[in-house]
């Protein structure tokens, strides 16, 4: 079992979620006052004002944080006049005599800026001002209810790692990995009462020996029907026909992809044990490494991506490009996927939450969508609970939905489901 079991004691933070979501007590901040930014973005101009001297250089501000388009305007303004009253103006590249790339981020009680300066040769220096954060009254209309429906599509005995439902010809097919094998199942259209007959079996051959608490992806392909993902180990199907289907497997030690998306970013997988490292290859825009972490998931914004990654120490770590945001004390569990819908921001946050925190039963496990409108993650639903231990949750390849993999409870086999949201009344 991975260390995540040690964790989920406490029933406190779903508590407030749940306080916040009835409440709807979040707020959006999607200004502040005009006074406020221009002060702050002055206080920041004459910081770099001081490190630069006078001259020309390229002044570039990237929003990251979550005001909106008329406070960034507002702030732009206000710090090329105050870097023009310190003799400082902005011109193109060959033009200039350095860089300045100013980042507005924020963490949970501050918007944090930061500005980047590069003279000629000189080493890269960096100013720093902060301001409180300001709710302005207005409501997050993104708290209203949200429903998790669950499906069951699959039971066996042996551990599953993941599963994919696919439409191929001649109707649809059910891909389950193990350890062991990725195997294929047909649901003859007459057969209502939704068993599948195993079509194909593709065993996995590997030369490592795999840890004892084995986690494996399977994600489907475009051109090909799928790949696998196992510690030290990556495999490769062959034509997206049934028949004659073959798979190929090889040592590796490649990262694995964070999304289905083949060409997103990518992590190291520890070979030897059930986390992926921290290192990501490419980075996250500056960021180039995290803490090591069992999940990840993908929540688009305008303009930039929001990574959360549920971290092996417990926390939560929110990674926006520029800054790695932690969320320490909250009793959520290591499982984590990304879910589109037609509710709120568009895309949720699929959390898991150990028995004792869903319900006050250790051996029933529960999901819950969060929303992160501001960087705090607000309950957008209620939790959906198994009769049994959640042991994986992956995104689907559609993006639409997830994947939980459940070990009951009266006899230990392994089921999966596919979740999706829609949106409450």
Same mark, same amino acid.
């Given at each position: 079992?991975?260390?995540?079991?040690?964790?989920?004691?406490?029933?406190?933070?779903?508590?407030?979620?749940?306080?916040?979501?009835?409440?709807?007590?979040?707020?959006?901040?999607?200004?502040?006052?005009?006074?406020?930014?221009?002060?702050?973005?002055?206080?920041?101009?004459?910081?770099?004002? %001081?490190?630069?001297?006078?001259?020309?250089?390229?002044?570039?501000?990237?929003n990251r944080s979550s005001l909106d388009e008329k406070s960034v305007r507002e702030v732009r303004s206000a710090l090329e006049a105050q870097?023009? !009253?310190?003799?400082?103006?902005?011109?193109?590249?060959?033009?200039?005599?350095? #860089?300045?790339?100013?980042?507005?981020?924020?963490?949970?009680?501050?918007?944090?800026?930061?500005?980047?300066?590069?003279?000629? $040769?000189?080493?890269?220096?960096? &100013?720093?001002?902060?301001?409180?954060?300001?709710?302005?009254?207005?409501?997050? +209309?993104?708290? @209203?209810?949200?429903?998790?429906k669950t499906t069951f599509l699959f039971a066996q005995e042996q551990p599953v790692l993941d599963a994919a439902l696919v439409e191929m010809p001649?109707? $649809?097919?059910? *891909?389950? @990995?193990?350890?062991?094998?990725?195997?294929?199942?047909?649901?003859?259209? %007459?057969?209502? &009462?939704?068993?599948?007959?195993?079509?194909?079996?593709?065993?996995?051959?590997?030369?490592?020996?795999?840890?004892?608490?084995?986690?494996?992806? @399977?994600?489907?392909?475009?051109?090909?029907?799928?790949?696998? =993902?196992?510690?030290? +180990?990556?495999?490769?199907?062959?034509?997206?026909?049934?028949?004659?289907?073959?798979?190929?497997?090889?040592?590796?030690?490649?990262?694995?992809?964070?999304? #289905?998306?083949?060409?997103?970013?990518?992590?190291?997988?520890?070979?030897?044990?059930?986390?992926? +490292?921290?290192?990501?290859?490419?980075?996250?825009?500056?960021? !180039?490494?995290?803490?090591?972490?069992?999940?990840?998931?993908?929540?688009?914004? !305008?303009?930039?991506?929001?990574?959360?990654?549920?971290?092996?120490?417990?926390?939560?770590?929110?990674?926006?490009?520029?800054?790695?945001?932690?969320?320490?004390?909250?009793?959520?569990?290591?499982?984590?996927?990304?879910?589109?819908?037609?509710?709120?921001?568009?895309?949720? *946050? @699929?959390?898991?939450?150990?028995?004792?925190?869903?319900?006050?039963?250790?051996?029933?496990?529960?999901?819950? &969508?969060?929303?992160?409108?501001?960087?705090?993650?607000?309950?957008?639903?209620?939790?959906?609970?198994?009769?049994?231990?959640?042991?994986?949750?992956?995104?689907?390849?559609?993006?639409?939905?997830?994947?939980?993999?459940?070990?009951?409870? /009266?006899?230990?086999? =392994?089921?999966? =489901?596919?979740?999706?949201?829609?949106?409450? /009344?």
């Amino acid at each position: 079992m991975r260390a995540r079991e040690s964790s989920r004691t406490s029933s406190g933070l779903r508590l407030g979620w749940l306080i916040s979501f009835l409440v709807a007590a979040v707020l959006l901040p999607s200004s502040l006052c005009a006074s406020t930014l221009s002060d702050t973005a002055r206080q920041l101009g004459r910081k770099i004002a %001081a490190a630069t001297g006078p001259g020309a250089v390229t002044l570039e501000v990237t929003n990251r944080s979550s005001l909106d388009e008329k406070s960034v305007r507002e702030v732009r303004s206000a710090l090329e006049a105050q870097l023009q !009253s310190e003799g400082v103006h902005a011109a193109k590249a060959e033009q200039a005599i350095g #860089t300045v790339e100013v980042v507005l981020s924020e963490s949970l009680r501050e918007y944090v800026w930061t500005a980047e300066i590069a003279i000629g $040769s000189d080493e890269k220096k960096v &100013a720093l001002v902060s301001v409180p954060r300001v709710a302005t009254g207005t409501p997050f +209309t993104a708290a @209203l209810p949200m429903v998790l429906k669950t499906t069951f599509l699959f039971a066996q005995e042996q551990p599953v790692l993941d599963a994919a439902l696919v439409e191929m010809p001649g109707g $649809s097919r059910l *891909l389950v @990995l193990d350890g062991d094998r990725v195997a294929i199942y047909r649901q003859q259209p %007459a057969n209502r &009462a939704g068993r599948w007959d195993l079509e194909a079996s593709l065993p996995l051959a590997h030369s490592r020996a795999f840890p004892r608490d084995l986690r494996g992806r @399977l994600l489907l392909r475009r051109d090909h029907l799928f790949d696998v =993902y196992l510690p030290g +180990t990556f495999c490769r199907s062959t034509a997206n026909a049934v028949a004659p289907l073959t798979i190929l497997c090889n040592d590796s030690d490649d990262p694995w992809p964070l999304t #289905t998306d083949d060409g997103s970013v990518r992590a190291f997988f520890a070979a030897s044990r059930n986390f992926f +490292t921290g290192a990501l290859s490419p980075g996250i825009g500056k960021v !180039s490494n995290v803490p090591s972490f069992y999940a990840v998931a993908a929540l688009p914004r !305008s303009g930039y991506t929001l990574w959360a990654f549920a971290a092996v120490d417990g926390s939560l770590h929110l990674v926006d490009g520029m800054t790695d945001q932690a969320i320490r004390g909250g009793k959520w569990g290591s499982d984590l996927a990304a879910v589109r819908s037609s509710c709120g921001t568009g895309t949720q *946050l @699929l959390v898991s939450e150990s028995g004792d925190l869903a319900s006050g039963n250790s051996e029933r496990d529960g999901l819950s &969508a969060l929303e992160i409108p501001d960087r705090d993650p607000v309950a957008a639903s209620s939790a959906v609970e198994f009769d049994g231990r959640i042991v994986a949750l992956w995104s689907e390849s559609s993006g639409n939905g997830a994947t939980a993999i459940v070990r009951r409870n /009266n006899r230990g086999w =392994y089921e999966a =489901y596919s979740i999706s949201i829609s949106c409450g /009344n």
